[in-house]
């Protein structure tokens, strides 16, 4: 089974797919920012492990747990489709998240860079959240930088 044929079927499931077709969503989220929450980590620590790794610290004492999936776009997905609600990750171009960018956005997510702004796939981090953790999540990361 190919990715693209993971991400379709998920987004199939959800409704997302034909909601992008209508040009309207109506794509919820049911956890809460404080309730328990999956989080998709990038575990890069080449260049700076020390700050890649108390990031990670920082957010797995906060959540229910964290998963790796491998690939950005995939990542993004799941976190359009509600199957995991935050996602961050480094050392990114702009192939890397366009369209999973587009993808959770439609579907009621959040996307900044670390520091809070606005996210454009020129800038090479990204967060990502299902928009109700999102607050919290960044707040990790303006600490931390």
Known sequence: ISSENTILAMLNKTGVQADFIAEKSHF????????????????????????????????????QGIRRAGAVALDLAYVACGRMDGFWEIKLKPWDTAAGQL?????????????????????????ATNGLIHKELLSIFIDML
């Open 28 to 63: 919820t989220y049911t956890k809460t920012p404080t309730g328990p929450a999956w989080i998709i980590d990038p575990l890069d620590v080449r260049k700076k492990p020390a700050k890649v790794m108390a990031a990670f610290k920082a957010v797995l004492i906060r959540v």
């Open 103 to 127: 993808i959770l956005e439609e579907a009621g997510g959040k996307t900044s860079d670390f520091s809070g702004n606005a996210y454009s796939p020129f800038v090479p981090e990204i967060l």
